[in-house]
């Protein structure tokens, strides 16, 4: 395996290598990480309202998962089978936009299971 460590030479040498740093959310504080000892702004993140870390979506998320609701479908809902959770999602989505139905995709389901 010599050619990989060959080619992550190559990439160090011109500042190419990538490698994962360690984020922790500062609580009370949306948007913002601790870095090393550094506050810094994530300007890359989908967790701008600081929804992730409220106390009523954790305690929510919480009860879910020891009901046996688990975190999610595991695969397509077509293929898996719809569970409740989600289909009472839809329906409350659906009474809080006013419209007749709201489908929910599998990157909504991700996202609203986080």
Known sequence: MRWMEEELETLAKQTLERTLRCSVPVPGRPGWVNRGGRMLLNLSGNDYLGLSQHPAIAGAMREILESGGGSGSGASRLVT??????????????????????????????????
């Open 81 to 114: 089978g719809n569970q409740p959770l989600f289909g009472r999602l839809e329906h409350a989505l659906a009474e809080w936009r006013n419209v007749k139905r709201h489908l929910l995709s599998q990157a909504d389901i991700r996202q609203t299971a986080a």
